[in-house]
């Protein structure tokens, strides 16, 4: 497995790196890579999707070094497999497609409706009044705790696997 950048090196997404993030599939298929390898038949399963446009977007994400080619290895049938694994370079990176703001929470969206409303654990909703650097405050101290227990995930597998995400917006 390629080693990811450093824990807590954010940098800013290449405009290759932040085209493969733009689209919410891709942003699920790097979710679901991120704690076991699968082959693209599996993804396309997983998302209900045609194995050909999962495969589409594999390569997108493998080109952009963000999913990998695992070892080949032979399937159940015997046939020759071919399994994919995130390489966790998604996360340090800031700054995705600004032409596509939304794909993050589309994916967010999907997720939460494939694990259905009793997945829910926590959640709060709020309204404040904020200047840009207040804005980057609360970016700051949320991301820094955030990357905290993504450095000290592997100490938890033994727990169930969460997802969440965090989105500040400016009200109409």
Not at 69 to 96: F, H, I
Not at 117 to 144: E, K, N, Q
């Amino acid at each position: 497995m390629a080693d990811p950048i450093a824990p807590g090196e954010r940098r800013e997404a290449t405009v290759r790196e932040a085209k493969a993030m733009a689209h919410p599939l891709r942003l699920r298929i790097l979710r679901l890579c991120l704690h076991q390898e699968l082959t693209n038949k599996q993804l396309a399963e997983r998302l209900g999707r045609d194995p050909g446009t999962v495969l589409y977007h594999v390569r997108h994400l493998t080109r952009s070094g963000l999913l990998e080619q695992g070892a080949v290895r032979t399937g159940d049938s015997g046939a020759l497999e071919k399994p994919y694994r995130s390489t966790g370079l998604s996360w340090w990176l800031s700054n995705p497609d600004p032409e596509q703001p939304l794909a993050p929470i589309e994916a967010f969206h999907e997720e939460l409706r494939e694990a259905g409303p009793d997945s829910v654990r926590t959640h709060a909703r709020f309204a404040l009044h904020l200047s840009a650097d207040d804005i980057a405050a609360i970016d700051r101290r949320i991301c820094a705790i955030i990357d905290e227990y993504t450095q000290t995930d592997d100490q938890r597998t033994d727990q169930p696997l969460h997802g969440g995400i965090f989105v500040l917006h400016r009200l109409a």
